[in-house]
């Protein structure tokens, strides 16, 4: 099946404790990215990978790090976390046929830091 | 600037009746895409329908219709016949430019069906 795997589902942690957020996709994709999820702010993008080894700024990247080692793996990397990233985090890939573009979420990581 | 607006923070539909969600975008690029997604209590981000902005015709997907008017920047979703399921966020969503694939979404609308 076609998926975006994200690990943990839920993580509560404390401020300043190094974490990491897992994603895999099994599809082959280039491009990954992720977002999270603030009440009255819908979804805003934090980090892109058009391609292994290459990642950039998204809108809201501060705190955040990433990288992309592999095709298939994008963690998302919060060196010293702080209360105001606690937040819904999801994990996108996607892909384009012709002119249509998909994207294929993963299942969100609630993440709460105090 | 706002790139997505949903100005209905919530709304209450009786079930069996359609309900419209309104989403306005603002680009002036030619080439985009409009996407609406819904989410669930359980969190996870479910793709409902999509819109080409070349496209000739309004998407439909089962209960499922936008109603697009290029002229106005406007992806209204319209869902049919409501069911209890159907309670959820429901968030539209943009893609602009070629070979761009950043997503920029509204901040959603709460659907709540009622028996």
């Known amino acids: 099946e076609a998926q975006v795997t994200q690990n943990p589902r839920y993580l509560i942690t404390v401020t300043g404790k190094k974490l990491t957020v897992t994603c895999s996709q099994n599809m082959n994709h280039e491009y990954m990215s992720w977002y999270r999820q603030d009440p009255g702010l819908g979804l805003r993008q934090i980090y892109y990978s058009m391609n292994v080894e290459v990642t950039d700024k998204g809108d809201v990247p501060e705190g955040y790090k990433v990288s992309r080692k592999e095709k298939r793996n994008f963690p998302l990397i919060l060196e010293s976390p702080s209360p105001n990233q606690t937040s819904l985090y999801f994990c996108a890939s996607s892909f384009i046929s012709g002119f249509n573009y998909g994207y294929t979420f993963g299942s969100g990581t609630r993440l709460t830091v105090v | 600037a706002q790139k997505i607006t949903q100005t209905q923070p919530g709304m209450f539909v009786q079930e069996k009746e359609a309900v419209t969600l309104d989403c306005t975008y603002d680009?002036?690029?030619?080439?985009?895409?409009l996407f609406w997604y819904k989410q669930p209590s359980s969190g996870e981000m479910i793709f409902l329908i999509y819109q080409g902005s070349y496209d000739q015709q309004n998407a439909t997907e089962g209960r499922y219709s936008l109603n697009f008017q290029k002229a106005r920047k406007s992806a209204n979703l319209v869902i049919s016949a409501s069911q209890l399921g159907d309670s959820a966020m429901y968030f539209c969503?943009?893609?602009?430019?070629?070979?761009?694939?950043?997503?920029?979404f509204g901040a959603g609308t709460t659907v709540t069906v009622r028996a």
């Open positions: 969503a943009m893609r602009e430019g070629r070979g761009d694939y950043k997503l920029s």
């Open positions: 680009t002036s690029d030619p080439s985009y895409g």
